[in-house]
């Protein structure tokens, strides 16, 4: 069974950092783009960054300039470092690995900005 697990939120105060992580299992990783997503109370879930099998990248417009994805094919994982982080960045955080209509999500991790 393919797991998808992320790890690494919790609460920073305004412009701190924090690194979430995602690790798959079980997936052909180096075939599969992988992308962070969000979702905050009352909103829909949106795409933060992906970075595609090659290493492209690609970011939300709100987060571009202060989040970097990055990920590591020997480990499979992915990571999302975030600086200078905002309130408005409090959301749950979904890893998402994808393939051609195969999708798999993590359960989601807790980030809250907040003073």
């Known amino acids: 069974q393919v797991q998808v697990v992320e790890s690494g939120g919790g609460s920073v105060q305004p412009g701190g950092s924090l690194r979430l992580s995602c690790a798959a299992s079980?997936?052909?990783?180096?075939?599969?783009?992988m992308g962070w997503y969000r979702q905050a109370p009352e909103k829909q879930r949106e795409l933060v960054a992906v970075i595609t099998d090659s290493g492209s990248t690609n970011y939300a417009d709100s987060v571009k300039g202060r989040f970097t994805i990055a990920r590591d094919n020997a480990k499979k994982m992915v990571y999302l470092q975030m600086n200078s982080l905002k309130p408005e960045d409090t959301a749950v955080y979904y890893c998402?690995?994808?393939?051609?209509?195969?999708?798999?999500w993590g359960q989601g991790i807790q980030v809250t900005v907040s003073s």
């Open positions: 998402n690995a994808r393939l051609s209509t195969d999708a798999y």
């Open positions: 079980r997936i052909i990783f180096s075939f599969y783009h």
